[in-house]
């Protein structure tokens, strides 16, 4: 109903107040870094590189890991991206990464939790979809000995900011977990995600809802967001017009040959379920010129699983399907947001309008086709 909606947002806003409160707390108590990145001279900072490779425990000097918002999959994920990202930068000094479940608790959180039921519920079923890569043998459970310290990492910068200072301060022997983190910059674990998700998830559910009018079409998803948690509380927020898919469309169909015509399926969803059937009208009368077949409120893992195996994905303002971006082997659209959009030579740049440039994409298109099935972020197609 319309009234569990508005709790479900004022639930939303004092979790996140909740959390901040614990964690500043526990920085004053003397529980969190003595001495932040703020206060440390900064060196002058080269592009990190990072080292994914698994060590074992006797060969780390220290852990680091984040803790994932009780947010979407696409949020989550980001969180965790932060402190598998700081971990690679420092692999050379002895720093690990130490796994953390998307519903890992700490002892702060547990009451704020009991709040959020349907998140934690949602997360864990993303973790058994995704699981945990066997390139991260160590949990943070099984650091729970060593002595810990607990920190924020807001900004899009706080990978490197948090880089240089552990470079000026090696940790030794410590456990450091961040919360709330973030970075702009995801693009370095793009291939490392996407080879572990298209390993083990050997039956593609999505893929089975990208139904093809013949064998040489092109399927391309569009993330149309309408009447999620977010857009429901600002009609405004992180949405693409109408206009600006069917001009990206528009300009698709006349630039592919004839012989690849496109299957358009376009994925929507609507949390009120009076709202589902109507959007379910106005979306297909409005993408009629493309016999879209429309999508609306699919199970969340069949939805992001067809972003992946798509030919094309036309990425909305969305961390949901702009993760499902990155773990894509394809083609992806995306206009700027928060998030890097240019992990590799697959990625297509739109404007704010919804139009692209031509010989950008004719060279997106022809990576793809020589390199199909490749992930590749050496700059292979540059």
Known sequence: SFFRILFALAMRKCVIFLLYLSVIL?????????????????LASANLRFDFKPRPFEHCRSFVSSVSDLEGFGHAQANRNFGLMLAASLADVGVCYAYTPLTELSNHRKTVHQLASSKISRLQQWERLVGQPSS?????????????????AKGTSSVQRYHDFFRQRPPANISYVFYHSDTANHCPTAAFWAEHYHSRV?????????????????????HLRRYDITTFANTAKRVHKDSFFLRVLTQLRN???PSRRMAVHIFTSALLHSKRESLRHSVANAFYAFNATVHVNTPDTDTFDAFVMADILIVDLSRFSHLAGM?????????????????????VGLTPQGTFSE?????????????PQAYDLSGRCG
């Not at 004053?28 to 001279?41: H, I, Q, V, W």
């Not at 050997?202 to 079409?217: D, E, T």
């Not at 010989?359 to 390199?371: H, I, L, T």
Request: hydrophobic share 40%.
């Open 255 to 257: 630039y592919l040959p």
């Open 327 to 347: 773990w894509s082997l394809n083609l992806k659209l995306a206009s700027p947001f928060r998030y890097a959009t240019n992990c590799d030579a697959r990625w």
């Open 359 to 371: 010989p950008g994409f004719r060279k997106a298109w022809e990576c793809w086709q020589k390199y």
């Open 136 to 152: 991260c043998p160590h949990l943070l459970s099984s650091v729970r000995g060593l002595p810990q310290r607990r920190a924020f």
């Open 26 to 42: 526990e920085v004053l108590s003397g529980t969190g870094f003595s001495a932040g990145p703020e206060e440390a001279p900064l």
């Open 202 to 222: 050997l039956r593609h559910s999505g893929a089975a809802l990208l139904s093809k009018p013949s064998r040489n079409a092109v399927t391309v998803a569009v």
